[in-house]
């Protein structure tokens, strides 16, 4: 692997203590020892210097193959098809140290990690990539999933359905290919949305879509107390994930991890390996993308230091990805998810497997199934709501961004400078007590033995210091990054929105130009009011979430807070019993 | 002043955000502005750049009699007298920007700022010079008095007898320096007993004087359980220093501040200057320096950054300075200090201060007035008594110093970056709170109300944890280096006693070479052990102070650590307890 060149695609900044190694987006690596495991790669950079790096943050570059893959993450980074020719160029010049991203950072769309078409915290992507959450999705699943396509351990037949999808797509930008295909194709269609050369053609076809598919699925919307909400099953679904386990193929030269799921409704366990989630994840993006914002799967996420450690986290992700969608009242409901979860055998998960793989009813056409009660809404208001929920989505994003920044630098503090201070202090206290010690004066071991306590209570103090993050701050950074990779899918369904109002607004022109009928013209009014059920409806759905998640993880995360302080004084209060005045 | 040569006594690390300017030790700067106050002062080093530094870390050289005073300052830097005439050459060095203590560093007593022959630490001074308490006597009281002299606002009448007193003496290094005279020669007769060629006189004038001066004054040393004790008086004498008020003459050309003390004997107040108390310090010095540690004043302790400040402080100072005084049962029985502390009027003050100046009961003749009960103690046990006191007051000094570094540096984090990090955490729950305001859901103010309140409460931590140091580390502070000036005594008071034992120890030989009578050797044998006897008594009243010093500041450091960290415990309590999971 060392013989090929090594990328990096994103800034990494090492953390102090763990032997990482500081690298600039574009810079070039050699691979010293790729068996580090736990999502990392021991590096050396120009500088001979030597440390350990998010594999994620490495794009190799080698075979003919591989470019093939770098076309398919050049697309998932929402790049125009045209700049693929002179990105291609600048990819062979990355073997000669330069940086082949920096043109794009031209690019009005922001740079490949920023979907926000003009965000002052793009920037800060970089500046927080040593935080174990903020490297996760950068705001758009997709350009997040890219990159490290290749690092995962997928069966060789599905390589293959992967890489054909891919390839064939990517190669002609036709609306044909919004319809089906992998992940790839998926992620190539959300992002096209921004280019002005593609946006159109994806709302267009279920804005003018002649006679629509009249299957059996219907997504009632209802009008709520908020507004248009979507209609809730009695009882939630929720389910369990738990005890991974190392399972192994074609002799033990291959091995993986297996999952075990138990949904709320059978109680009966369902065994998954990452890819399946993946493959739920490329489904659900596939058929609901346009209009629910399906939130990347907790994947390039580099957390364990030491594989368990990975794992773990790993699980812990995948169960509040899960959970997320359970509480999803579509996608919980859909077939596909449902299949997931509730497979009886090995055949039954391949029948579904394929059935999930044919739906026909992907991409926009999800619109074509929503039912609303309600008159048709204003075009004025239809622009209005979704002007509204972009602003409120992208101050959200700098909001919940914020936070991180900060919670990852006070983690960093309690867990690095803070406790040796503290520790010193103790080791300062317990030195002076055992220099009185030596005074060789009658009668004062109490003084002696109330500093030692002292000095040793101190060090406690550090060690609780060091804990606690994990304890609280642990759980207001997950949540608070959960969100962000919420957030960060907004951009794409709200761009489906826009797109599908500009059409509606040269309406008049088109029929002018003769282009559609005044009949179409009416239809497209019709569909777009109905998108824009879909969309407030899905909003409500968010802000529902987004209160109750919110308040639970500051009770929580305060909680502790207190409980922390109050051990603290308890020791202390102790410490000080211990000292006496004569 | 900006005309002549500024030299940085000692390094001065800025600390930032305080314009402070960082300085090494013997580089020249220029005066700016010289009017800052607070002991401040603005230079420009070399490069140009302008900032604060202490005004007391300047030494000026201009004028012939500026190099008298640095004479002086050198014999207080300790250093021989052989060495002067080459000193002086480096001090002319020093206008072309060399470091004339550097050559000083190379001798053996451990350089300037230094007195322990081999103190590890002994570089930290300079390292922590930032420190409002480092700052503070460096081990060494003359070393430290010394430089800054020129500074004091002296009478001129005073500053005649100083500096006559000073020439005369430092020129003649005979025994009968040892006996009268200013500052400068008390300071010189401590110092010189570190230089072979100097130190036997100390003692020696003491264990062979012939007949010894029959005053009334008489110390008794009696034996309590921890062994030799001074004899303590019934009632502790104590005293307030208080109400400073500014005082002028010369038509208001000349200000000065007055303290008023009020002794609990009397209870009648008596003024006095910050120059009183200097003078009180020399006679204390001159008086007991051989057999009892008397700390430096509060002098050049840069504290305060505007007037007021640094008048509070200096006087919280001289308070701690005047209470360990008046717990010393001879210092405070002695008559100097009571002229200090109750004289009637003017005339009465003068008429005392003369009789003190005529006192020829000084230096190393103060033991001639001890008379310990008990035998003559066996000069093994006095060696190992002196070793063992040796060593003690040398690692505690260590410990002490230990202390104050890692509380200054735990001060610095206190005040500056971990309340900026809590401030950030609530501006960010508040800017959260307020997205979650502008969402146009309804219902969600609780939420909102509470993520206001949350981030309020952090930005409260934020101030307590600021204001925290004053309330209780400053008082560890304090203390400890309290201990620090009073350890930096003990080399030169143990220093005199390792000079007796040597002379007793060639008793033999000096008998020999009938440089003495045998008679002679047996009275020094007699009197080496009542220094013993002192010295012991001293270090007894040494350890039970210490006890009680720092019983007392260990409980009220834990006491307001044990407070404060209740206290944000219930604020986040509070805090919590606004958000509710429906």
Redesign the interface.
């Known amino acids: 692997m060392s013989c090929c060149i090594h990328l990096m695609l994103y800034d990494f900044i090492a953390e102090p203590g763990n032997n990482e190694l500081t690298v600039k987006e574009g810079e070039t690596v050699t691979i010293t020892n790729q068996n580090i495991g736990g999502g990392w790669i021991e590096a050396q950079n120009s500088r001979g210097e030597v440390g350990l790096v998010p594999e994620d943050y490495i794009e190799v570059r080698s075979t003919v193959t591989d470019v093939g893959n770098t076309l398919l993450s050049l697309a998932a980074l929402s790049l125009p098809l045209s700049s693929l020719t002179f990105s291609f160029s600048c990819l062979f010049q990355a073997s000669n140290g330069n940086d082949p991203w920096s043109v794009w950072n031209a690019d009005p769309s922001g740079g490949s990690n920023n979907n926000w078409a003009s965000n002052p915290e793009g920037t800060q992507t970089g500046k927080t990539a040593a935080d174990p959450w903020s490297a996760a999705s950068q705001g758009h699943p997709q350009a997040y999933q890219g990159p490290g396509a290749e690092d995962d351990e997928w069966d060789d037949e599905w390589d293959d359905m992967k890489s054909t999808g891919g390839y064939a797509e990517s190669e002609s930008g036709e609306s044909g290919a919004m319809q089906r295909g992998g992940a790839h194709a998926t992620s190539m269609k959300i992002s096209l949305n921004k280019f002005p050369g593609f946006s159109k053609s994806g709302p267009e076809l279920y804005l003018l879509c002649k006679q629509l598919a009249k299957g059996k699925e219907k997504l009632p919307i209802y009008m709520g107390?908020?507004g248009p909400v979507w209609s809730y099953p009695e009882s939630q679904l929720d389910c369990v994930v738990a005890d991974p386990k190392k399972g192994s193929k074609m002799y033990g030269l291959k091995s993986y991890i297996e999952y075990q799921i138990v949904p709320s409704t059978t109680n009966r366990p369902v065994n998954h390996r990452y890819k399946h989630f993946d493959w739920l994840y490329e489904r659900l993006l596939d058929k609901f993308g346009s209009a629910i914002p399906i939130p990347s799967l907790p994947d390039k996420q580099v957390t364990g230091r030491f594989e368990e450690e990975f794992i773990k986290m790993r699980m812990e992700r995948l169960q509040g990805w899960m959970t997320r969608m359970c509480r999803h009242p579509i996608v919980s409901c859909s077939e596909v998810f449902q299949t997931f979860l509730t497979y009886k055998d090995e055949k039954d998960w391949k029948t579904g497997k394929r059935k999930a793989e044919k739906d026909e009813t992907v991409g926009v056409m999800i619109f074509s199934t929503i039912e609303p009660e309600g008159p048709d809404l204003d075009p004025v208001e239809v622009e209005q709501k979704c002007e509204?929920f972009s602003?409120?989505t992208k101050?959200?994003d700098?909001?919940?961004k914020?936070?991180l920044t900060?919670?990852h630098?006070?983690w960093k503090?309690c867990t690095g400078?803070?406790p040796k201070?503290y520790q010193?202090?103790g080791k300062?206290?317990q030195?002076?007590s055992s220099?009185?010690t030596?005074?060789?004066?009658?009668?004062?071991s109490?003084?002696t033995d109330?500093?030692t306590a002292?000095g040793k209570t101190y060090e406690e103090i550090a060690q609780l210091v060091a804990e606690q993050p994990r304890k609280d701050l642990h759980f207001l950074m997950e949540t608070n990054n959960e969100y962000k990779g919420l957030l960060g899918c907004f951009p794409d369904t709200i761009g489906v929105h826009k797109a599908a109002i500009d059409k509606v607004k040269e309406g008049d022109k088109l029929v002018a130009t003769s282009k559609i009928t005044p009949q179409d013209k009416v239809t497209m009014a019709k569909r777009v009011s109905i998108m824009s059920y879909a969309l407030q409806a899905e909003?409500?759905h968010f802000?529902?979430n987004?209160?109750?998640d919110?308040?639970?993880v500051?009770?929580l995360y305060?909680?502790e807070?207190?409980k922390f302080?109050?051990t603290?004084?308890e020791k202390?209060?102790q410490?000080?019993s211990q000292?006496?005045?004569?």
């Not at 030596?438 to 004062?444: A, H, N």
């Not at 000292?579 to 004569?582: G, H, I, L, Q, Y």
């Open positions: 107390e908020v509204q602003r409120f101050s959200m700098d909001g919940v914020e936070i900060v919670g630098e006070h503090r400078p803070l201070e010193r202090i300062a206290f030195n002076l220099v009185f030596s005074s060789g004066y009658q009668g004062e109490t003084l109330a500093m002292a909003m409500n802000h529902s987004r209160i109750y919110y308040n639970r500051m009770q305060l909680e807070q207190v302080y109050e603290i004084a202390l209060r410490a000080h000292f006496t005045t004569m």
